[in-house]
């Protein structure tokens, strides 16, 4: 696992390219503090860190082809890469100088060009230089494991695998996005194409791009849609445990020790449990939770590991260290992100960061399996919605006042279309309420559903669960999940590796019907089903938690509140937001008339990591 940064530019006037390229690569030095690496002509600059997991001595980057024509800098891990190398060795007669995957994915462009992202599994974002026709090609993996950013400035075309590279560069200028701020504050994380950073852009999952004579194209190579056949529950439920059992130990491939995160859920227990019967010994687990009750599964963690014979290192985080460790997570994370595990998910890096270089984790599983609670529907609810959508939004208008609020909440909620209600886990605020807490300057015409509709579009004659998951899929899971995985593992130069996000998984995943994945209350079943071959059932059938964050507590007690006020009334947040609107809801959060806590929080996200990038830098 790596980081790379870069630019294109014709301006011969932009003196010491050389010094610029470094100084930009070591803003990311976090991702590879194992060495650096560059390539610098008139046209492109190239800058590498590099954290050693394969070929340790060979595989320093970047790497150039046999004839010298073409450069690459690549971030990730190709699981396949041997099966490739050999046939490219066998079918084409290519050289190879090391045993890295990266110079596989730059000897496989020289052979089959633009159809090489498809042809790779496994995580990604690279780019190649042709040094002769002054052109790009990169590419981005099939789901959003891996980060790649890009933007134009002043003719200058910069990328990376963080923003925070192109700070360096005199050509490039920070300012917000108001609508990206708009939509950050409605989905707690930014969900637009272009960043929070004015006109920088997120290269789009399972797309590849060129760029030439000045022009960036953007191409689809890979799909996630859902495909569903009929097949027996018991048959889909030994293929998923074959091809996940496959998967781990694809995973398992690295030339240093391999850790895992582990949970009290099903999806990291079912990771750990399999490595086991992988080719590499029993590894190292590792767990956090709160000092706190109905807040830590650390204790489920630990007996699990007890059963299986794992080693289990567990840490418990205080108050003052999670406060402590926000601006840090912003200024990580890139653009402001306002999912609370991303803090625990940062010290559980950190534990393990201690002992090893690669972890496996759990993500992907809800989004491919059905694992999460909103997925399902209660049986009245079901039945409810059989009736005439003109007869239930009429019902929902006659209960608008009654007194009982789970009456009312059933019949507003069932009288409307899933299009217009789910954006996903986390829905912070609507576009009202966004509107009323900004001022006009950063106040947006876009909407939630301007987002979402052309996801819910593609999959219009599908059902409910289908609409959810795909939505999921494209948003939720790659500009929120995988950006805090990537951010806070690599903040510890540590590779995280999601097996379940794996083509191969995805071949089964998006082949399930609706109710192999969740039916009446139970969701994830037949992978469930799969993970009760090597987990007691207790693991296996718990209800997704999650990471559980006490922050709506903590900041009842003034010292924590205090922080919080003291962010709301800084300068800065006068120019976002309007402070007597924010207030007033802290106070009735503090003194428990609201739970206001996700839209506080959401909100003291962003303005901590306006400070990290505006005002400390």
């Known amino acids: 696992m790596c980081g790379f940064t870069g630019f294109f530019s014709n301006n011969n006037e932009l003196v010491n ?37 394969i070929d340790l001595e060979g595989g320093s980057q970047p790497i150039h082809s046999q004839d010298g024509r073409y450069v690459i800098v ?57 040094k002769e026709q002054h052109t790009l090609y990169g590419a981005r993996d099939y789901f959003g494991i891996k980060p790649f950013y890009y933007g134009t400035f002043n003719d200058t075309f910069l990328f990376g695998s963080e923003i ?44 590849y ?36 059992l496959s998967s781990v130990e694809y995973h398992q491939i690295a030339d240093v020790e391999v850790g895992s995160f582990l949970s009290g859920g099903v999806d990291s227990s079912y990771v750990a449990s399999t490595v086991r019967k992988g080719r590499i010994k029993p590894m190292k ?50 653009e402001p992100h306002a999912n609370l595990s991303a803090v625990p998910l940062y010290y559980l890096s950190s534990l393990a960061a201690e002992d090893v270089k690669v972890v496996l984790s759990g993500e992907g599983a809800d989004e491919l399996f059905g694992g999460y609670d909103w997925y399902i529907q209660s049986t009245p609810s079901k039945i409810y919605q059989k009736l005439p959508l003109s007869f239930r939004k009429a019902m929902a208008n006659t209960f608008a006042k009654f007194p009982q609020r789970h009456v009312r909440t059933f019949f507003k909620t069932n009288a409307q279309r899933v299009e217009d209600t789910y954006i996903g886990q986390a829905f912070i605020m609507n576009d009202e309420q966004a509107d009323i807490i900004t001022n006009d300057k950063y106040k947006s015409s876009l909407s939630f559903k301007d987002i979402t509709a052309p996801y819910y579009e593609k999959v219009k004659d599908c059902d409910d669960l289908t609409k959810k998951m795909y939505l999921d899929m494209h948003l939720w899971l790659p500009y929120d999940i995988l950006l805090k995985a990537d951010k806070m593992t690599m903040a510890h130069s540590l590779e995280a590796r999601v097996p379940y996000l794996d083509k191969e998984v995805w071949k089964v995943a998006k082949t399930l019907t609706s109710n192999q ?81 996700r839209v506080i929080y959401t909100v003291y996200s962003f303005l901590l990591w306006y400070e990290q990038y505006f005002v400390l830098r």
């Open 517 to 597: 994945k969740a039916k009446g209350r139970h969701t994830k079943r037949a992978f469930r089903q799969a993970a009760l071959s090597h987990i007691p059932s207790e693991w296996a059938n718990r209800k997704k938690a999650g990471f559980m964050v006490p922050f709506r507590v903590w900041i009842r007690d003034a010292k924590y509140g205090d922080r919080v006020k003291k962010q709301f009334s800084a300068d800065y947040a006068k120019e976002f937001f309007n402070i007597d609107v924010l207030n007033k809801m802290l106070n009735d959060h503090l003194e428990g008339k609201a739970n206001n806590a």
């Open 285 to 334: 687990t590792y767990s956090v939770g709160f000092q706190i009750e109905g807040f830590d599964e650390t204790n489920l963690a630990k007996d699990l590991c007890d059963i299986l014979k794992i080693p289990n290192r567990i840490k418990e985080i205080t108050p003052d260290e999670f406060f402590d460790a926000l601006p840090s997570v912003q200024y990580h994370s890139d």
């Open 74 to 130: 690549f971030n990730g891990e190709i699981y396949n890469y041997q099966e490739i190398r050999n046939k490219l060795i066998d079918e084409n007669g290519c050289v190879f100088s090391t045993n890295s995957d990266t110079e596989v994915i730059l000897n496989t462009y020289t052979v089959y060009k633009e159809k090489t992202a498809s042809m790779l599994r496994g995580m990604f974002a690279f780019v190649i230089y042709d």
């Open 164 to 207: 925070k590279s192109f700070l360096p560069h005199p050509d490039f200028k920070k300012e917000v996005n108001p609508d990206a701020l708009k939509m950050y504050l409605e989905f707690q994380y930014t969900p637009t194409k272009e960043c929070i950073f004015k006109n920088v852009y997120k290269l789009t999952p399972g797309h």
């Open 17 to 53: 390219r050389n010094e610029l390229i470094k100084k930009m690569a070591d803003t990311i030095i976090h991702r590879g503090p194992d060495s650096d690496g560059y390539f610098v002509d008139d046209k492109v600059a190239l800058g590498f860190r590099r954290l050693s997991i």
């Open 209 to 244: 791009f060129t760029y030439e004579n000045g022009v960036f194209t953007e191409t689809q190579y890979f799909e996630a849609d859902f495909s569903p056949e009929k097949r027996s529950f018991e048959d889909a439920v030994k293929t998923i445990d074959e091809t996940v």
